[in-house]
């Protein structure tokens, strides 16, 4: 049997940031540590234990039905004030924006007039904010790099606000890998707003702390629309009301065969993020990917269409809430190919919740409210049975849990260790607590293409993992993985209507059970469901 587990990249891929030199200035970059935490103009909530949290509301959020945020090409949305605001300095296209940067102190509001501004043909010539700057774009105001400038916004600086611009043709084509144009260095608190940020290599925008997405389209960038990662962890952000579509053009999955390292958009080690009224759509890879130790997810009211692979991925984290968001034909490029594995709208991989994790949503992980329609597969709860701290299969390497992270680590998972407790339970990232109810699923194979057939994986949800081969000093081998996600983890689907021929892999990868089964002895998932087939029930 083919066993086939989620890709993601190690975090030594991250560390290799990298020295800029900008006007004679050198740079080290590098984190910044995690500053007070906002997030959707609100505070932060903060747990009993202190961590932070990402905001949220108890208010119902119904799926869209149409997308919610039309912003690539809608000059009424992007468009920045025709007059400089008062005090603001007005930035000609024949003046050099980084020069005028480090003539004015911080805080200054930086003004860009109508037209095509450029930077000194240099690679590592680039704007670097002060504290508080703000970079403002009149109507058809762009800052062109001419491929020739690798970045657009770099440095250390706080609340820097950057709106109204088209930041466009920064970095060669597949340059800039595992790198970004706006906000290079993750820095905090920055505002990107209204903005069109498109055909960049790399990351279109990079995502640190208290930072607020809002308003913008991120298109055709050469790896991911954005990108969150700091090496000290991101905390409290907001993405609100974007559009992020056509990302990855530089195909790097091609290029790098398994890197898991591509999409509309990525987070790495983020605690508190907001992630609402979105249209994620026709991304090469997948919409969105939280990839490795994320928790404290609120993912709500977004319209996730037409990427190429799974609309999105919650990969080895913890406590999230995904709800009220719209499903439509997702995975329809990479499922066919993927053969044996369902590829779902979401992916729920080695994630749940956990109360040991601080951040909300530790009590259950919620999938609920959520519209799917036509995509691949469904939703898919899985566990790699030799993936695991310490295991050379695990692909984020040198990253452990944050369960019991003073005592569980990398190095202390080992196999002399990890047979006892608390090393047996607490090295493994685990698929509990998982919610999945109140949503609707739609599948009609017509529309999916002749390629769709439940041998191919297509029409599927399912909760399973792989039989347990490696390494040799494992204790979780045989089906004991198996069954702990099947039977003794608190995973649960309920109160959802199905409509068509849909099916469902159970247990162990490649167990493909119909409707009476699943809902069955021994698994007993759906049970007060409903499904339609051929318009009865």
Not at 35 to 45: K, T, Y
Not at 110 to 132: C, M, N, T, Y
Not at 425 to 444: A, E, I, M, P, Y
Not at 527 to 537: A, L, P
Request: charged share 15%.
């Amino acid at each position: 049997m083919e066993q086939r587990a989620p890709s993601g990249r190690g975090a030594a891929w991250y560390r290799q940031r990298r020295t800029l030199v900008a006007g004679g200035v050198l740079l080290l970059v590098g984190g910044l540590s995690a500053g007070a935490l906002v997030a959707d103009d609100r505070p932060a909530s903060k747990t009993s234990q202190g961590s932070p949290t990402a905001p949220t509301t108890d208010a119902a959020v119904k799926a869209p039905s149409t997308p919610p945020a039309k912003i690539c090409g809608n000059s009424e949305a992007l468009a920045g004030s025709a007059q400089a605001p008062r005090g603001a300095v007005v930035v000609s296209t024949a003046q050099n924006l980084q020069n005028l940067t480090v003539q004015y102190p911080a805080g200054t509001t930086f003004w860009l007039a109508p037209g095509k501004h450029r930077l000194p043909d240099d690679e590592f010539v680039q704007v670097i904010p002060k504290d508080g700057n703000r970079y403002l774009g009149a109507p058809g105001a762009i800052l062109d790099g001419a491929n020739r400038n690798r970045y657009a916004f770099t440095g250390s600086a706080k609340d820097v606000v950057i709106s109204h611009l088209t930041i466009q043709n920064f970095g060669k084509a597949q340059g800039n890998n595992d790198e970004g144009v706006v906000n290079h260095d993750s820095a905090s608190g920055w505002t990107v707003e209204a903005n069109t940020v498109q055909r960049n290599a790399g990351a279109g925008v990079m995502i640190g702390s208290r930072n607020v997405i809002r308003g913008n389209c991120l298109r055709d960038n050469g790896q991911y629309g954005f990108n969150a990662y700091n090496p000290q962890r991101v905390a409290s952000i907001t993405i609100q009301g974007n559009e992020i579509t056509g990302n990855d053009t530089d195909d790097w999955e091609k290029v790098r065969p398994g890197c898991g390292c591509t999409g509309g958009g990525k987070f790495w080690a983020v605690s508190g993020a907001v992630v609402r009224g979105n249209w994620i759509h026709d991304n090469r890879g997948a919409g969105m990917w939280a990839d490795t130790n994320n928790t404290a997810f609120s993912i709500e009211g977004n319209y996730i269409s037409n990427n190429y692979a799974e609309g999105v991925i919650y990969e080895i984290s913890y406590n999230a809430s995904i709800r009220g968001n719209t499903f439509v034909r997702n995975g329809i490029g990479k499922g066919p190919t993927n053969v044996g594995f369902p590829t779902p709208a979401l992916y729920i991989s080695e994630s749940g919740a956990d109360k040991r994790v601080p951040g909300m949503f530790s009590q259950t992980f919620e999938v609920s409210g959520n519209v799917f329609t036509d995509n691949w597969a469904g939703v898919i709860l899985w566990e790699n049975a030799d993936r695991f701290a310490g295991s050379a299969a695990n692909t984020s390497s040198g990253s452990s849990t944050l369960v019991n992270p003073s005592v569980i680590n990398d190095q202390t998972c080992n196999a002399t260790s990890i047979k006892n407790q608390p090393y047996l339970s607490d090295c493994r990232w685990k698929t509990q607590n998982v919610r999945v109810h109140d949503n609707v699923f739609t599948l009609d194979p017509d529309n999916l293409g002749a390629k769709c057939a439940s041998r191919a994986g297509c029409g599927y949800n399912g909760i399973f993992s792989n039989w347990g081969t490696f390494p040799e000093w494992s204790p979780y081998k045989a089906r004991t993985v198996e069954d702990a996600i099947t039977f003794h983890q608190a995973n649960r689907f309920f109160s959802n209507t199905y409509s068509g021929p849909w099916n469902f892999m159970v247990h162990e990868q490649g167990n493909a059970v119909n409707w009476a089964a699943w809902q069955g002895a021994p698994y007993g998932q759906d049970q007060d469901s409903v499904i339609k087939v051929n318009g009865e029930r």
